[in-house]
């Protein structure tokens, strides 16, 4: 009877631990592991085994919360005091979650509801990698003297944007490069926005759309030339001054493999046509962008109260204002 009351107490209860065969997977891929379960010091009804994917976003200070996903496992079993047992884990990563990165966290949060007791919980942190497509577009972008910023990865109402700096000849001339990933069948689709400095000194955002097959991809020199065509050609409609030396490419130049022959150039905003709500990070995204916008509306409030005009407030806000399509 006393061990009992105290199993109810989580004293002599039963414990749960799973340990992952690897602790991190890339999306697409399968993460396996097992369950560990032992019996306390009395025999005790289990409700249902069951792991939560959870995520955990950094924004403007504040870290977002939420179910990525729920893993049932097993349900209604009784587990005898002192036995061991061995369950199987296995989950597929879907394509749309957002990659690890300083601001994107996961944990697997592993639950074991007892009946009539101290439920049971273990935590797994694990590291989300990006999809091979997207990794050789990381890789096209380093081998032109790109380098990732600190705080690429950022959750948006369209998805995870990554954003990138010039090292190497584009040094001077491009401020940055910012994209969407959406993984397809026959390779990734990017929305790209070029910051590039126009012929008067000052700045221009020129957008553009780039298919890169998985063939291109597996080429790293042609995956990286897709790349340096689309940014000297957002450089050639900003305006910006041709550097010494600087070996510009036709705008419209044939992609061999590529479904058009070359590379797209679209002239609509990035919230239609395409469906990019199916973008790397879109599930995140739809996920946050309730709260993310309660939050942001409660701000503009503020704002708002303290004198702030609201159309201030909301010009250029989204990150769309001020942007050419090339």
Same mark, same amino acid.
């Given at each position: ?44 009804? #289990? ?11 950094? /924004? ?133 926005? #070029? ?16 298919? #890169? ?9 042609? /995956? ?59 599930? /995140? ?42």
């Amino acid at each position: 009877m006393w061990k009992k009351f105290l199993s109810k107490l989580g004293i002599g209860a039963a414990k749960v631990d799973l340990a992952l065969h690897r602790p991190h997977v890339r999306l697409g891929e399968t993460m396996e592991g097992e369950f560990l379960l032992e019996g306390g010091s009395v025999a005790q009804q #289990i409700r249902k085994l069951e792991v939560v994917l959870q995520l955990d976003v950094e /924004a403007g200070g504040k870290t977002y919360r939420r179910r990525a996903a729920v893993i049932p496992v097993a349900s209604s079993f009784t587990i005898q005091p002192g036995e061991r047992k061995v369950l199987p884990f296995s989950y597929t990563l879907p394509l749309h979650l957002p990659i690890s990165r300083p601001t994107v966290r996961y944990t697997f949060v592993t639950h074991l509801d007892i009946a009539d007791g101290a439920d049971a919980y273990d935590q797994d942190a694990i590291h989300i990698l990006p999809p091979t497509a997207l990794e050789q577009v990381f890789s096209a972008l380093a081998a032109l003297g790109f380098r990732e910023k600190p705080a690429s990865g950022t959750i948006t109402p369209y998805g995870q944007e990554f954003s990138f700096f010039p090292t190497g000849e584009f040094q001077g001339i491009v401020q940055e490069v910012e994209f969407f990933a959406l993984a397809e069948e026959q390779g990734v689709r990017l929305h790209l926005e #070029i910051d590039a400095r126009s012929g008067w000194g000052g700045e221009r955002e020129i957008r553009q759309e780039l298919v #890169i097959s998985n063939d291109q991809l597996r080429d790293p020199a042609t /995956a990286a030339g897709l790349l340096k065509e689309a940014i000297d050609g957002a450089v050639r409609a900003a305006g910006a001054a041709q550097p010494s030396g600087h070996p510009w490419m036709a705008p419209h130049s044939p992609i061999p493999g590529h479904p058009s022959g070359r590379y797209s150039s679209i002239h609509h905003s990035r919230h239609g046509g395409h469906g990019w709500s199916g973008a790397i990070g879109g599930f /995140a995204a739809g996920m946050l962008a309730g709260m993310v916008a309660e939050e942001l509306l409660d701000d503009a409030l503020d704002d708002v109260a303290d004198g702030l005009d609201v159309d201030d407030w909301f010009d250029g806000g989204d990150g769309f204002d001020g942007g050419d399509w090339l």
